[in-house]
């Protein structure tokens, strides 16, 4: 069988499995996230615990406490363009 994407999210074999969550993101409402696998396992089940993240959302977690960079090193790239938190464009849903 041939479907549409968007009947994939009414299936009721994927419905039973909960194979598809809802979560709200910031930007574009609820969305349905798919569940990552395929299978079902008993003691390491499968699960979405956060939408994805915007453009950004991030930057200061990962430059300041991974990358261990300082400030005024953030402030030159944010100048120059190498980090950014803009998106440009239009951020849409596929269904």
């Not at 998106?87 to 849903?93: L, M, N, P, Y």
């Given at each position: 069988m041939v479907e549409k994407p968007?009947?994939?999210y009414k299936d009721p074999q994927l419905a039973s499995r909960q194979y598809f969550t809802s979560l709200d993101h910031s930007s574009m409402g609820k969305q349905k996230y798919e569940?990552?696998?395929?299978?079902?396992?008993s003691k390491t089940?499968?699960?979405i615990t956060r939408p994805s993240p915007?453009?950004?959302?991030?930057?200061?977690?990962?430059f300041k406490e991974l990358l261990q960079m300082s400030d005024d090193d953030i402030a030159?790239?944010?100048i120059?363009?190498?980090i950014t938190s803009e998106?440009?464009?239009?951020?849409?849903?596929s269904f």
């Open positions: 968007s009947d994939l569940a990552q696998a395929a299978f079902i396992l089940p499968r699960s915007m453009v950004g959302e991030h930057n200061e977690y990962v030159e790239h944010l120059d363009g190498s998106f440009v464009g239009k951020i849409s849903s």
